[in-house]
C-alpha cells in the first residue's frame, strides 16, 4: 500500500544562491537575516512540499522546521497547514510589506533631517554653557497713557539734578501736565536743564518761557534727537523707539546706563545756545568767569558750581582749567589769590 508520502510529486531541491559578502540580503530590509532569506528562497522553488520532506532535505525534524518557518508564516509569506508547505506569490505578498517599510524609513528619514537642523542650535547651547553668566538688567516698559503719572511718581521718588531732552513735548496735552509738575519741583529748589529745538522758539515760546521763569536752565540746539528724561541718577524715561514720539516709554535704572544718557545729555547742552530773556543763568550774570570764580572763592565743588551755573561738569571743570591757565597759577586756591590782586573779585 502506497505511503502518503507518495501523494506529493517527488522535487529536486534547487541549489541555494550565492551569499553575500556580509551574509545578507535584500529582505535583510524586512528584518529577516541572511539565512532567514536562503530559507525562504528554498521553500519558493519548493512550494508544495510537505513538511516531511523539506525536513529530511534539510537535516530539520519537522518541528523544528515548523519552528523556523514561524516568522515566514506571521509575515504572511507562507502558509503550513497540516503537512503541505505554500508559500504565497511574491507579488502578492512582498509589496504591501514593501510600502509599509517604505513609510517607516520616510517618517525616519523626516526625523533624522530634524535632528540635523537641530544640530547648530543644540551647538549653540552647549557654547552657551561656557559663556559668562550675570544678572539681567530690568527695563520697564509702560504704555504711553500712563507717563504723566510715572514721570510724577519717579520724580518725587528721586533727588538730584533732572535733565529733560524735550523735541516735542509742547504739542502734548502730556507736556503741559509736566511742565505744570516740572515748575513746582523746581520752585521747590531742585536744579532742572532742559534742551529744546530751535523751532520751539517760533511755535511755542510761552512754553520755555514758563519753565525758564520757573527757575529751569533752557538751552536751544538745531534739533533733539529723542524724548529723554533724566531724574537724578535714580532712573531714566526714554522712548522704546529711539527718535519716535509715539509708543511706550522705556523706564530705565541702572546707574550705567543712566550715565550713559547723562554723558549723552551734557554733550548736546555743551553744544547747545543760551537764549537770552529765556535761560534765568543768562539773565542773572552777565560775567560767568566772575561768578565761577566767586564759587571757587567759596570753597564749592565742580558738582555744586555746574547746578549753579546751570552747564555740565564737564564744562566747569574746562572752565577752570581756563581760569587757572589765564591766571598763570596750578591751584584753585591761588586762582583765588591772584583774581583779587588782579581786582576781578
Do not use: C
Request: hydrophobic fraction near 40%; charge should be negative.
Amino acid at each position: 500500500m502506497a505511503s502518503s508520502e507518495q501523494s506529493v510529486p517527488a522535487r529536486t531541491l534547487a541549489p541555494d544562491p550565492p551569499e553575500t559578502g556580509n551574509g545578507a540580503g535584500p529582505l535583510r530590509a524586512l528584518g529577516f537575516s541572511g539565512a532567514e532569506e536562503r530559507l525562504y528562497r528554498l521553500l519558493l522553488r519548493n512550494s508544495g512540499s510537505t513538511l516531511v520532506r523539506l525536513g529530511e532535505l534539510l537535516g530539520r525534524t519537522s518541528g523544528e522546521l515548523r519552528e523556523l518557518l514561524g516568522p515566514f508564516e506571521r509575515a504572511g509569506l507562507v502558509d503550513v497547514g497540516t503537512d503541505i508547505v505554500m508559500v504565497h506569490p511574491p507579488e502578492t505578498v512582498l509589496g504591501p510589506l514593501i510600502s509599509a517599510e517604505t513609510r517607516r524609513l520616510e517618517a525616519r528619514s523626516d526625523q533624522l533631517a530634524a535632528l540635523r537642523a537641530l544640530l547648530p542650535s543644540l551647538s549653540r547651547e552647549l557654547q552657551s554653557s561656557g559663556a559668562p553668566t550675570g544678572e539681567p538688567v530690568m527695563i520697564e516698559a509702560v504704555d504711553a497713557g500712563d507717563v504723566v503719572e510715572l514721570v510724577r511718581t519717579v520724580t518725587l521718588a528721586s533727588t538730584g539734578e533732572m535733565l529733560w531732552m524735550r523735541p516735542d513735548q509742547w504739542r502734548l496735552d502730556v507736556g503741559r501736565e509736566i511742565d505744570a509738575l516740572v515748575k513746582d519741583v523746581v520752585a521747590s529748589g531742585r536744579p532742572s536743564r532742559a534742551l529744546y529745538p530751535a523751532r520751539v522758539l517760533e511755535e511755542a515760546p510761552e512754553v520755555v518761557r514758563g519753565r525758564a521763569e520757573a527757575g529751569e536752565h533752557v538751552r536751544i540746539l538745531a534739533s533733539v534727537p529723542s524724548r529723554v528724561s533724566i531724574l537724578g541718577s535714580t532712573a531714566a524715561l526714554l522712548s522704546e523707539d529711539w527718535g519716535s514720539s509715539i509708543g511706550r516709554r522705556l523706564v530705565v535704572r541702572q546707574h550705567a546706563l543712566i550715565g550713559a544718557l547723562t554723558a549723552l545729555f551734557d554733550n548736546l547742552w555743551d553744544r547747545a545756545m543760551p537764549v537770552p530773556g529765556l535761560d534765568a543763568s543768562v539773565r542773572e550774570r552777565s560775567d560767568d568767569r566772575g561768578l565761577l570764580l566767586d564759587q571757587l572763592a567759596g570753597g564749592a565743588r565742580d558738582e555744586q558750581i555746574a547746578r549753579a551755573l546751570g552747564v555740565s561738569l564737564r564744562t566747569v571743570r574746562r572752565r577752570v582749567a581756563e581760569i587757572l591757565d589765564e591766571l598763570g597759577v596750578e591751584s584753585r586756591f591761588q586762582a583765588g589769590v591772584e583774581a583779587v590782586r588782579r581786582g576781578w573779585l
